[in-house]
């Protein structure tokens, strides 16, 4: 500790300030502690601070300093006794007085505690600081450290004829770090809650744009009825499902594609490609088949251009005749969709090719299925097979699987695909016991009436 000469030739009365018996304060101290317990801005922390150390010490007299976001010399002032308006240095501190230099700056950038027994004779009539020195007798200078460095410094000032009680001083000291170091993890504490609650705000708005990208309601087609189910595991996700409509061709028949996919990863980062992989599929010139060729002009894209760090994206699409009841298929990786058909699931795995975006030059075959009236088809995303049950005594958990997808699919009459949709939904939630999704859910029922 750095303590000045004493100051000669003065008489004044010395009131001295002794510290209390320990059990009083120990008293106020548990009073300050518990006052603090529950307090989350930085600003009510220091107030309870100087509220709790003032009735140890006479601490009425004092400045803030910060060397935070200054260059040398330059420091802040962020609080003084003499202010006669009290800013809030964290919302506020472009209004904070800015000095260079003097008593205050020697203080500011010591890195060491400071004690200043004769201040007058130190003081000079242009130090910039004089406004807030000018007529003390002492000060001690308290620094909190942040990587060794006192970059904040708390500063008590005492009048002509005031002393305290010196061996306090250490834990004067120690107690201004701990509650420096409080007020700074508050600080930080405070800034994450708005980089967190900013970047939920930004999360929800792309979840918001993702959801735009698919189709409003199913479309009609003649001879089908189409019900949907579309769930994310965050505010965003990356599962696609989608309708193209296909002209008419030689045969005049009209045609739809049903297209549904799941991007590896979840979150931000799957909704991305989930919007890119939407935005490739609907610039693909010209009609939106065959199947096999629509697959490889979105693989191609990813792979070459998007798909990095091993992403990829499993995919079904199939072209539908609907007069025909005539279902052409290819499969990128993705789990194979169903047809329940009089009692029994028939597995729609073709010729499976590899996920979208691993390799440009991938090739997807096509096979073909005729539906008959009454079958109902099932597209879906392994974020409902691969649902998993809480865990039991041991710690096992179970995933749903195909097996109760179907007992689901077949518990309850097939003439609703609403009822379908609404059935599987149900008994996932059962399955889970309500827990919270750990991958994307998406569901797509198209029934042949």
């Known amino acids: 500790m750095n303590v000045a000469s004493g100051c000669a030739g003065c008489y004044a009365p010395i009131m001295l300030y002794r510290r209390r018996p320990w059990q009083e304060e120990l008293a106020i101290i548990d009073k300050v502690m518990k006052s603090v317990s529950d307090i989350t801005e930085p600003e009510e922390m220091v107030d309870a601070y100087w509220n709790g150390i003032s009735e140890l010490v006479p601490a009425d007299d004092y400045v803030a300093l910060s060397r935070r ?124 809650t708005k980089a967190l609650r900013d970047l939920d705000r930004e999360i929800a708005v792309v979840g918001e744009i993702q959801r735009s990208l698919l189709p409003a309601k199913p479309p009609a087609i003649p001879g089908f009825e189409i019900a949907t189910s579309y769930a ?111 009692g029994r699931l028939i597995a729609l795995d073709g010729d499976a090719s590899f996920p979208l975006g691993l390799s440009p030059d991938e090739e997807y075959r096509e096979a073909t299925f005729q539906l008959e009236r009454g079958d109902v088809l099932v597209l879906y995303t392994d974020g409902i097979t691969e649902a998993m049950s809480p865990p039991n005594a041991s710690g096992h958990r179970e995933l749903f699987g195909d097996e109760r997808l179907g007992l689901a699919l077949l518990a309850g009459p097939l003439d609703d695909a609403e009822a379908c949709v609404r059935r599987v939904e149900e008994a996932v939630r059962a399955f889970t016991r309500g827990g919270a999704a750990t991958d994307d859910r998406t569901l797509v029922i198209v029934r042949c009436v």
Not at 95 to 120: C, H, M, N, T
Not at 148 to 156: E, M, R
Not at 253 to 264: N, R, T, Y
Not at 284 to 292: F, L, N
């Open 69 to 192: 976001g200054v260059e040398p010399p330059e420091y802040i002032i962020t609080r003084a006794s003499r202010f006669t308006e009290h800013l809030n240095p964290w919302e506020y501190r472009e209004k904070l007085p800015r000095l260079s230099g003097g008593i205050l700056g020697e203080v500011a950038y010591a890195d060491q505690p400071i004690f200043i027994e004769d201040l007058p004779s130190r003081l000079m009539r242009d130090d910039p600081g004089h406004f807030y020195l000018e007529g003390y007798q002492s000060l001690f200078a308290f620094p909190q450290y942040e990587g060794g460095k006192g970059i904040n410094v708390g500063v008590s000032f005492f009048p002509p004829g005031v002393e305290i009680d010196r061996s306090f001083i250490p834990v004067l000291h120690w107690q201004a770090s701990l509650f420096g170091r409080g007020t700074q993890s508050l600080v930080l504490r405070k800034q994450l």
């Open 232 to 342: 994310t595991s965050a505010q965003a996700g990356g599962d696609y499902y989608d309708f193209f409509p296909i002209a008419a061709g030689d045969d005049g028949h009209e045609g739809w594609g049903l297209f549904i996919a799941d991007v590896s990863g979840h979150g931000t980062p799957a909704a991305v490609l989930m919007a890119i992989t939407h935005a490739i599929a609907h610039t693909r010139p010209g009609t939106p088949m065959p199947a096999g060729s629509l697959l490889s002009y979105v693989n191609e894209h990813l792979a070459r251009s998007y798909a990095t760090n091993g992403t990829f994206v499993t995919a079904f699409y199939a072209t539908l005749d609907p007069v025909a009841r005539h279902l052409t298929f290819a499969v990128a990786g993705h789990n194979p969709p169903y047809v329940v058909r009089g």
